[in-house]
């Protein structure tokens, strides 16, 4: 890789990361505003919905940008595995 390659990698990972971050950040501040909403407002806790249906996502959103170190690593260890028992097969 390149210099230039291997900088525009760089600010690609550290933009996503600062994207979960964000999306992080909305997600405690949104769902603690619609908690005390639930809780001053409504006997039933309505709140647990979103709550999972956005934690899901957040979940989601944080395992591929975290994520994706691992699993490339160990994409590159299967196809180190393959090349070597191709080898030896022939």
Same mark, same amino acid.
């Given at each position: 890789?390149?210099?230039?390659?291997? =900088?525009?990698?760089? !600010?690609? !990972?550290?933009?996503?990361?600062?994207?979960? %971050?964000?999306?992080?950040?909305?997600?405690?501040?949104?769902? *603690?505003?619609?908690?005390?909403?639930? %809780?001053?407002?409504?006997?039933?806790?309505? *709140?647990?919905?979103?709550?999972?249906?956005?934690?899901?996502?957040?979940?989601?959103?944080?395992?591929?940008?975290?994520?994706?170190? !691992?699993? *490339?690593?160990?994409?590159? !260890?299967?196809?180190?595995?393959?090349? =070597?028992?191709?080898?030896?097969?022939?």
């Amino acid at each position: 890789m390149t210099e230039q390659n291997i =900088e525009q990698l760089a !600010r690609r !990972r550290a933009g996503a990361k600062l994207g979960f %971050y964000i999306h992080a950040l909305t997600f405690v501040l949104v769902m *603690s505003g619609l908690a005390a909403l639930n %809780y001053l407002t409504s006997p039933k806790p309505w *709140s647990l919905a979103p709550l999972l249906g956005w934690g899901f996502g957040l979940t989601i959103h944080g395992f591929t940008v975290f994520g994706r170190d !691992r699993l *490339s690593g160990f994409k590159e !260890r299967l196809v180190q595995a393959e090349l =070597e028992k191709l080898k030896k097969s022939n």
